[in-house]
């Protein structure tokens, strides 16, 4: 499911909102998402999982071309953790949309 098709289910489930307000909610959901992972906060739906910024510590890497040796610097990263029912949905195969073989 891409962002353009989130909006589309939105405005659909939701007839009340029209194509903007559904593309308007959407980007406001996921701009404040990242601005909180960005500084370093935990997310977390219940029902669906939680994100969290993890750390990446620094390493030696190799250039796969010349094969030298490359310091790769440490990294903050964005990690998703599934919920229960999440997983367990997926687990059995249980379709988000019902009209999704």
Same mark, same amino acid.
């Not at 030696?60 to 229960?84: L, T």
């Not at 367990?88 to 195969?93: C, P, Q, S, W």
């Given at each position: 499911?891409?962002? !353009? #098709?989130?909006? *589309? *289910? ?5 007839? &009340? %909102?029209? &194509? ?8 406001? /959901? %996921? #701009?404040?998402? !990242? *601005? ?5 906060? =935990? +997310? *977390? /739906?219940?029902?669906?999982? !939680?994100?969290?910024?993890? =750390? @990446?510590? $620094? @390493? +030696?890497?190799?250039?796969? @071309?010349?094969?030298? &040796?490359?310091? +790769? ?13 999440? =997983?367990?949905?997926? #687990?059995?195969?249980?379709?988000? #949309?019902?009209?999704? $073989?």
């Amino acid at each position: 499911m891409t962002r !353009s #098709d989130l909006v *589309e *289910e939105l405005a659909a489930r939701f007839g &009340q %909102l029209t &194509q903007r307000d559904a593309e308007l909610a959407v980007k406001t /959901i %996921l #701009d404040a998402m !990242s *601005e909180a992972l960005s500084r370093g906060h =935990r +997310i *977390e /739906i219940r029902g669906f999982g !939680s994100f969290s910024v993890g =750390r @990446r510590a $620094p @390493r +030696i890497g190799r250039n796969p @071309r010349s094969g030298e &040796q490359v310091a +790769i610097p440490e990294r903050r990263v964005a990690h998703f953790k599934p919920g229960k029912a999440l =997983r367990e949905a997926v #687990d059995a195969g249980t379709p988000a #949309d019902p009209h999704t $073989p």
